[in-house]
């Protein structure tokens, strides 16, 4: 069985290190694996009145994407010490309109990276804490801190070094593994 992983990718930057760990990730995964980056940089600040009549077009296309995937994987930045607005807000629109969230129940995992040493820790546990609410059953090992991401990654996007290389390779067939325990 082939499983269908949308990548959030919590940076809208255009140079986003988180970016450039995504699509590593993406190549590195078992064949079991088609992963694709779903973006998120159009979709409106979640307020519950846009619902009535006809929602942004950006959030059906959104919950579109993500309904028929088997899982999903978080690649995030940290910011001020959490999870970036942005990343957030594509939870909020997936997890409404009431009763119809998108996540209910797909299995998940989270990759936090940071230039810094710290590894972008809040942001990967505040997340964690919202997906506890979101029902997404989410893989506890390996963790993913990724510190001094920077110099992770070579000048081609590559990952720079055999031994960070060979954890990412390893936390994908892991997740591929939790994906197959746990998607319905
Ligand atoms: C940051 N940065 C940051 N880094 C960190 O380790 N902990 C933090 O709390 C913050 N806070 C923060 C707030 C804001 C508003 C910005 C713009 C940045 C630095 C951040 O890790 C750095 O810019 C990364 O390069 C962001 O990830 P991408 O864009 O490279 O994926």
Redesign the pocket.
């Given at each position: 069985t082939t499983f269908n992983v949308a990548i959030l990718?919590?940076?809208l930057?255009k140079?986003?290190?988180?970016?450039q760990i995504a699509r590593a990730l993406a190549d590195l995964a078992p064949a079991t694996l088609k992963a694709e980056i779903v973006e998120i940089a159009d979709l409106p600040l979640y307020n519950p009145d846009l619902e009535e009549g006809t929602p942004p077009a950006a959030w059906t296309t959104f919950r579109d994407r993500i309904r028929p995937a088997d899982a999903v994987l978080f690649v995030t930045?940290?910011?001020?010490?959490?999870v970036p607005a942005a990343l957030k807000n594509a939870l909020d629109v997936g997890s409404r309109p009431y009763g119809q969230s998108v996540w209910a129940g797909k299995p998940g995992a989270v990759v936090s990276?940071?230039?810094?040493g710290?590894s972008?820790f809040?942001a990967n546990h505040h997340l964690r804490q919202s997906l506890v609410f979101l029902d997404v059953p989410t893989l506890q090992q390996p963790e993913a801190y990724l510190g001094h991401?920077?110099k992770m990654l070579d000048a081609d996007g590559g990952i720079a070094n055999a031994d960070s290389e060979k954890f990412l390779s390893g936390f994908m067939l892991k997740f591929a593994g939790w994906i197959d325990r746990n998607h319905s």
């Open positions: 990718v919590g940076s930057r140079g986003s290190f988180s970016r930045p940290e910011y001020n010490r959490s990276c940071s230039p810094g710290l972008a809040g991401v920077d």
